[in-house]
Structure formats: C-alpha cells, structure tokens
C-alpha cells in the first residue's frame, strides 16, 4: 500500500472517503493515529519523533484533502457524532487488535478525543493539542461558526477567506499569521516551508462546502457533558500555546483538569500552531512524556 491513500469508511450516516498517509515503521507493534484541525491536511505534521519505533498513520478529516467530493447535502448532515464515528471507523480499518496512541490538533483533538470517548478499548495513550472541547472559539474559525446559521453564507465566506490561498504556496504560508502568536519562530522553521510544499495541493483539494459544515458541527459541539460522565481512563498530554488565538487556553485547562491524571504542557508564547511555533519544544515534551508513559 503506498504511503498516501484513501479509505472509504460505513458510519450510521453513509460512506465517506477519508485520505490517510502513513508513515513510520509498519512492522512496529504500536501504531500512532494522528488528525489534523480545520482546513489542514495530513501533511502539515512534524510527528517523525514517533517514526522510528511505531507505525504512523495521519488520518485526515471528512471532506479534507484528495477525497471524494459529494453533494453538498451529504456535509449538512454531518454531525460531531459523525467524526466521532469517521475517526473510530478508520482507526478499526487499521487496528491490529491492541490499543493505539491517538494525536489530535484543533478539530483533529476533538476528534481523537471522541473515539476515545466512544470507543475506549481503541486508545492507549491521548495527546491533545489545541484541541477544541466547546465550541467558542476565535478569530476566522468564529467567524466562519457564526456565519453557519446561514449555510449560503457560510460557504461564501470560507471561500472568500481561502480562495486566494489558492493561488499559490506563497500566499498561503502568509495567510497562516491568523493562527500563530509567534511569527519570526514560525517562518524561520525550515520544516514548515518543507510540509507546505509537499502538503498543498492536498489542502487545495479540501471543498470549501467541508470546511463550511465542518465549521457548523464546531458551533455546536460541546465535549463538556461526557467527559465528566466518563472521562478517559488512560495517560493523556494535553498540550496548549499560550497565547491560542483560536482554540482559547481555558479550553485546555479545563480538558486537563477533567482527565484523571493527565498533564498540561502550556507552550509559552505560542498560539494556535504551538508544534510549528516551538517545535524542538513540544517534541521534546511529548517525547518525554511518551518515555515515561510506554505503551504495552
């Protein structure tokens, strides 16, 4: 199987093509299942840490990437239920009969959180970054969850916002300052031109009716209830900038505080794309983290 593809997974509302890159060592017993946030893609993902000693599988949201494009009522029905059902479908798909650790990022957060939520037996280890558990969220994500009272509207102005990241890789790494705090250490990461590069016609292919419905299920998604009737019962790091121009700290305080056991790592001077913004930082975290917490 080549190292990007695409799967086409059964949940309670119908099929739908999720594309997945895989990395890493396939012959490892652990395997690592990573999401990426909204509007991102598979290969905006700086996870090589992990590479050598597990199987990587970067797992993209519904509608994101090279997949299938449906009609646009197929993504009006999509719900935070479904994502859950998508992420639990794909990580099935590939299990091998043992629990994985399950990454996420924004959205992508959200939804590793939830197959754990649903599906505990699939989980061994969480690591949480940015991860959105309600749904008040800032900046053009806000915006566009606002906008979704209007579906029309809504659509237009996620292609308004992301049209002229279109035009060009260049473009798009400038249009990437709404989601940091930290600009100079972010362009001078020579690994996020590199995954730029490889990752952009991938994010070109993201339909903007997806990010629109995708932005939808946001406003209306609130994590908080189930949690607390039945957190996860497994090592969790959840890790969160300090300065989230999205995803609002106190949303990561709270997951935290709400997981048994599990350890808050606070990015300093950090926003939305703490991985990119301090990446030796947050590698070094996780990795330590990961050490003390070993799977199996």
């Given at each position: 199987m080549s190292n990007r593809y695409t799967v086409e997974v059964q949940t309670p509302l119908g099929p739908e093509e999720i594309a997945v890159t895989r990395h890493g060592n396939p012959n490892a017993p652990q395997q690592i299942f990573a999401w990426h946030g909204i509007t991102s893609g598979n290969d905006f993902w700086f996870w090589d840490t992990f590479w050598e000693e597990a199987e990587v599988l970067l797992v993209g949201l519904p509608g994101h990437g090279p997949v299938r494009r449906y009609e646009d009522g197929h993504y009006r029905r999509w719900t935070t239920q479904h994502l859950?059902?998508?992420?639990?479908?794909?990580?099935?798909?590939?299990?091998?009969?043992?629990?994985?650790?399950?990454?996420?990022?924004?959205?992508?957060?959200?939804?590793?959180?939830?197959?754990?939520?649903?599906?505990?037996?699939?989980?061994?280890?969480?690591?949480l970054l940015g991860t959105v558990i309600w749904g008040d969220l800032r900046g053009i994500v806000r915006v566009w969850e606002e906008a979704t009272r209007w579906p029309a509207l809504a659509q237009g102005l996620v292609a308004a916002s992301l049209a002229p990241t279109h035009l060009s890789p260049a473009v798009f790494k400038q249009a990437m300052?709404?989601?940091?705090?930290?600009?100079?250490?972010?362009?001078?990461?020579?690994?996020?031109?590199?995954?730029?590069?490889?990752?952009?016609?991938?994010?070109?292919?993201?339909?903007?009716?997806?990010?629109?419905?995708?932005?939808?299920?946001?406003?209306?998604?609130?994590?908080?209830p189930a949690v607390e009737a039945q957190p996860p019962a497994v090592p969790t790091l959840v890790v969160h900038g300090g300065q989230d121009g999205v995803v609002p700290l106190e949303q990561g305080k709270w997951i935290a505080a709400h997981i048994p056991g599990a350890e808050l790592f606070v990015v300093p001077g950090a926003g939305h794309l703490c991985f990119a913004e301090r990446e030796d930082l947050v590698n070094r975290r996780v990795r330590q983290w990961a050490d003390e917490h070993p799977v199996g």
């Open positions: 859950f059902d998508v992420g639990e479908a794909v990580v099935r798909h590939h299990a091998r009969g043992v629990p994985a650790t399950l990454i996420g990022h924004s959205t992508g957060g959200l939804t590793a959180l939830g197959v754990a939520l649903q599906a505990p037996a699939l989980a061994a280890r969480l690591v300052r709404f989601y940091i705090a930290d600009s100079s250490a972010f362009y001078a990461n020579p690994r996020f031109h590199e995954t730029i590069e490889a990752g952009y016609a991938a994010y070109c292919a993201t339909s903007y009716a997806a990010i629109a419905e995708t932005a939808r299920i946001l406003r209306a998604t609130d994590l908080r």
